[in-house]
């Protein structure tokens, strides 16, 4: 991997269409074991989807699912930047 990829964004900070895969969750708690659930663990691509008018909440694109996050829960997931336009909706 490149050192490109050491730096992290929270997922609150992708813009509408730009991918990315989870670096890691900072999350506590019941909401860290039901993130984890839906599927959105380190590795995972993730691709921000839509941010409603006001930013809260922020639409999110994981496993062929739409996960529906708080802006400031968005915040304590970390994300590497996807550089690349080869991946296909599925």
């Known amino acids: 991997m490149s ?14 269409g730009a991918s990315g895969y989870v670096a890691s969750v900072e999350l506590g708690g019941l909401l860290r074991r039901r993130i984890f659930d839906l599927g959105m663990v380190p590795g995972t691509t993730v691709r921000c989807v839509r941010k409603s008018p006001a930013g809260n909440p922020i639409a999110f694109a994981v ?9 400031e829960d968005a915040q304590l997931i970390r994300a590497h ?9 599925g």
């Open 3 to 16: 050192s490109e990829q050491t730096s992290t964004i929270a997922l609150a900070d992708l813009a509408v």
């Open 81 to 89: 930047l996807r550089n690349d336009a080869h991946e296909m909706e």
């Open 63 to 71: 496993r062929g699912s739409t996960i529906a996050l708080r802006t």
